[in-house]
């Protein structure tokens, strides 16, 4: 099956500067990429998602970028505030498979 | 819409004892879903439903049973309670299949095996 691994795994940056959380997925077959969002004791919830057949998308802050030769892909935060504070999950599906990475716990410092 | 809500939240169970953890649905969506949350590994599937009557197997199936009688309800039953069940639980439910849309997940149930 699909495995998909995360990095890093843990993430600190100072408010107003970038964060890059980077995922590969092992099958080619695999054609769409969603990023969720968990605060502490919440929900996971999404917050962007990529298909196939697009190579970048972006909404205000975050952008996701995707490559799919290489079988990675990246979300992007700009200009980070102490709200981003969460833990991150990439996922990658094809069909009703669809598997999540180990998360990276992002820290934005004030 | 109240979306998707788990009960209970929070549950000790000792070894060997069984339970049923709810989840219900407003939304009319007909996927839904369950995933447990292991420190550092994600959500991994257990069991999911593309509709009334219809169940599938995820990925850790393994003590868990599911049911899904009708689009709103999709319990969760564990039979014989195992210290390795000790996690959080998430129901979840989309429009157009988790491989394709939107994920709702609900508020989660913190499960304990002793």
Known sequence: ?110 | NAGVTQTPKFRILKIGQSMTLQCTQDMNHNYMYWYRQDPGMGLKLIYYSVGAGITDKGEVPNGYNVSRSTTEDFPLRLELAAPSQTSVYFCASSRQGHATGELFFGEGSRLTVL
């Open chain 1, 1 to 110: 099956g699909e495995n998909v691994e995360q990095h890093p795994s843990t993430l600190s940056v100072q408010e107003g500067d970038s964060a890059v959380i980077k995922c590969t997925y092992s099958d080619s077959a695999s054609n769409y990429f969603p990023w969720y969002k968990q605060e502490l004791g919440k929900r996971p919830q999404l917050i962007i998602d990529i298909r196939s057949n697009v190579g970048e998308k972006k909404d205000q802050r975050i952008a996701v970028t995707l490559n799919k030769t290489a079988k990675h892909f990246s979300l992007h935060i700009t200009e980070t505030q102490p709200e981003d504070s969460a833990v991150y999950f990439c996922a990658a599906s094809k069909n009703n498979d669809m598997r999540f990475g180990a998360g990276t716990r992002l820290t934005v410092k004030p």
